[in-house]
């Protein structure tokens, strides 16, 4: 039972007992009063009347006790003046009630003497708000019969009201013409003789139709923490014409301040200033539709931060148990202007949302689901884009269930992902899977376009992916992400002059809390355009967790691929990534020298013939080196012609350098022998050896011939491509895109 219904029969009690023993003063009085207050259902009624005169009575103790459903209620009031004139009497008021000391205490009743105690107790009667509205009307057209009432001393008792229990307030309460103003001003008492007023008050004002409240101190009344605004609209007789619309303003830290007697609450203070409207509407079938809104500058809690906030709840319930089901309607959202955690930022279109929430004994459910058009997440500089997230929300007191898809904004494709979450034990999981495949085999889409800007040295312009990945957590492990990764003939750039085609991979990572292959992963590429053009290249590769380092190690298995009419192959090794310099080494075989020779772009040059090498390649902080590597035709012979149109005959001036020109007019050589160094810079050096005949020297004796070339072979290649374009290998789209981004640079 509410202590305000109680007191209201207390009040009622000491007036018509007044009224109705007024002749037989103080020797009849407490009978009567404890006669009356019995046959209402009180019991351990106690009175102790000191006074009744023609315009002031005096009670030294009222007391009484009332069995509900919580256990047991008791008031005890002390030092009651009651003022009033005769003609007050005669017309069934009164001037001024006031009470020294009023304590309020409640006994809960433990579980299992509840069957025995309250089992004569009826169930409480289910809410019936208009009843109440009607009642507090009538209430105060009829029976406000008092001017004032001011209790000094307030206390409550009752471990079911923690916040305030054991404090002190002083409570004033003013009825002009109908119209209730009340206030409850908090007292501290640091000892018993020395009561000081503290600041914190409850301002209310009542009518027949509005209600507004203060939360403000008695000591600086510009100082609102909260205040709230209510107004009743009756227009017609019918339920729906009920309505109660109002509006509110909150100061987050002056709230909290204000709070700090009752409850140490701390995450206030990061909230600005909120204001916000209400609206009740009572539907028929007992139903009543709310709308709340509430708009604030900014939130800051922990390491999050919101700005630009906004929210409108628009919801459904029962007014006979307005807690047992609420129904979350549509139209219900919230927006920020940024939601941020450190670097971390989420800037959303507005987040609809909807659903259901019901309580019971057996604890709390919701099901629900939300959806938003757009979503940018940035951590600078890059930013990710994402559409269309929608999601379905189930949850109660043990766990939080989340299915919902997203699409990326720029790029054909769809994503589903699942949330698993104990609330109890803090374990949860989640899984992302591909619902359909991002597509970048349309005009204009690139896997760059997911995120800006796109600083990786790579990008994918045509082909298929899919990912996968799952995460999962708990308070006793570490945190855990893995994903799968899959690609079918996906073409694209590397290095931004390296143009690539064919690739193809299906790999499996786990990227915490240790990066690592799941198992190793056959890559495929078929076309590799980088002004020299090699095909078919195809190698196992995994991710290992290295003891050097926190970077893992490379292992490369069975790297082969076809170039310059012959193949190349790789020893396995490992590369590992926390070194500075790692080395592997490159087996050339039956290597077409034409083809090398065409990329030199020389006129006036015809070679045949093909060698076989190796190439020891060695990759640091400064780039590629190639030390000593070799090419060698053992076993085969080969032909270089070169007669160059000009420029020959000043060459021809030095004695052997005329010989060495004249014999490689028409060189049949049967040994050919380079050894090749390339450093950093792109500087590679090439000392060739050849042994063999020429008919041009007008002898059948060997003729031996060194040969020293140096160029920059970054440059080589750069003009070769300029020269020649993409090879017409390379996927048409891929060269249609690369032509067209370099177009744009």
């Known amino acids: 039972m509410k202590y305000r219904y109680l007191l209201l029969i207390f009040l009622f009690a000491v007036f018509a007992v007044l009224a109705g023993t007024w002749i037989t003063r103080t020797q009849l009085a407490g009978l009567a009063i404890t006669e009356a207050m019995q046959r209402a259902g009180l019991d351990n009624v106690s009175t102790d009347i000191d006074q009744l005169d023609p315009a002031e009575s005096r009670i030294a103790l009222l007391a009484f006790s009332l069995q509900n459903t919580d256990g047991l209620f008791r008031l005890e009031a002390r030092d009651i003046h009651i003022g009033y004139t005769l003609r007050q009497l005669a017309a069934g008021r009164i001037d001024s009630v006031t009470i020294e000391q009023l304590v309020l205490h409640q006994e809960n009743t433990d579980a299992q003497q509840g069957s025995s105690v309250t089992a004569n107790i009826p169930s409480r009667e289910k809410l019936q708000p208009l009843q109440i509205l009607a009642a507090l009307q009538q209430a105060l057209k009829k029976y406000l019969f008092f001017n004032a009432i001011s209790i000094q001393h307030l206390n409550v008792d009752s471990g079911a009201t923690d916040i305030i229990q054991g404090s002190d307030f002083r409570l004033n309460s003013f009825n002009d013409a109908g119209v209730l103003s009340t206030e409850l001003t908090l007292l501290y008492q640091p000892s018993p003789a020395s009561p000081v007023e503290f600041q914190q008050q409850l301002i209310t004002r009542l009518t027949e139709d509005s209600l507004s409240a203060e939360l403000r101190y008695s000591a600086a009344a510009e100082a609102v923490a909260a205040k ?11 339920v729906k014409d009920t309505v109660i619309t109002g509006k509110y303003h909150i100061d987050p830290a002056q709230l909290q301040r204000w709070l700090r007697p009752f409850a140490s609450i701390n995450s206030l203070a990061g909230i600005e200033q909120v204001v916000g409207t209400v609206s009740f509407r009572f539907l028929p079938e007992q139903q009543l539709a709310s709308t709340i809104t509430a708009v604030t500058d900014k939130i800051n809690f922990n390491a999050y931060q919101a700005d630009k906030v906004a929210l409108k709840l628009k919801t459904r319930n029962s007014t006979a148990e307005p807690l047992q089901h609420l129904q979350i309607e549509n139209g219900s959202y919230i927006t920020t202007g940024k939601f941020s955690d450190a670097d971390f930022s989420l800037v959303t279109s507005p987040l609809f949302f909807v659903g259901e929430l019901s309580a019971g004994d057996s604890g709390w459910t919701y099901a629900g689901g939300l959806r938003t058009e757009t979503v940018a997440a940035n951590y600078p500089p890059h930013q990710l884009r994402l559409k269309q997230l929608a999601a379905r929300i189930s949850a109660d007191a043990g766990k939080l269930d989340i299915d919902g898809n997203f699409a990326p904004a720029s790029v054909p494709g769809k994503f589903g992902f699942t949330v698993a979450h104990q609330l109890a034990t803090g374990q949860g999981q989640l899984a992302v899977r591909t619902l359909k495949a991002l597509d970048l085999n349309g005009e204009d889409h690139s896997l760059s376009q997911l995120v800006s800007p796109w600083s990786y040295p790579f990008d994918l312009l045509s082909g298929n992916l899919k990912l996968w990945s799952q995460a999962a957590w708990s308070p006793n492990k570490k945190f855990s992400l893995s994903t799968k990764i899959k690609l079918e003939d996906g073409g694209g750039t590397l290095a931004n002059d390296i143009v690539f085609s064919g690739l193809s991979l299906d790999h499996e990572l786990e990227l915490l809390p240790a990066l690592h292959s799941l198992h190793a992963s056959r890559i495929h590429l078929k076309h590799l355009d980088s002004g020299v053009t090699s095909s078919n290249i195809s190698t196992r590769l995994a991710l290992k967790t290295a003891k050097t380092g926190a970077l893992p190690q490379l292992i490369v298995q069975g790297l082969h691929g076809e170039i310059f009419g012959g193949t190349f192959s790789g020893e396995d090794f490992i590369f590992d990534l926390n070194k ?21 772009q020389l006129e006036s040059i015809e070679v045949t013939g093909r060698v076989d090498g190796t190439i020891p390649i060695e990759i640091s902080e400064q780039g590629i080196a190639i030390e000593h590597g070799a090419l060698v ?50 500087t590679l050096t090439v000392n060739l050896q050849l042994q063999g005949i020429s008919p041009e020297l007008d002898t059948n004796r060997p003729v031996h011939l060194n040969i020293n070339t140096e160029q920059n072979l970054s440059t080589l290649l750069k003009s070769l491509r300029f020269a020649q374009g993409i090879s017409d290998r390379i996927d048409d789209r891929v060269r249609r895109q690369y032509e067209k981004s370099r177009s744009k640079n």
Do not use: C, M, W
């Not at 149109?645 to 014999?663: F, M, R, V, Y």
């Open 633 to 682: 035709n053992a076993v085969r012979a080969g032909t270089i012609r070169y007669n160059p149109a000009a420029g020959s005959e000043q060459l021809k001036q030095n004695p052997l350098t005329a010989i060495a020109l004249d014999a490689l007019k028409d060189f049949r050589y049967s040994h050919l022998a380079a050894d090749v160094n390339f450093v950093p810079d792109g």
């Open 580 to 600: 500075s310099k790692n080395h592997f080494t490159i087996k050339t075989t039956d290597i077409d020298l034409a083809q090398i020779v065409e990329t030199q």
């Open 228 to 238: 709230l605004d209510l107004h009743l609209d009756q227009t017609g007789s019918a």
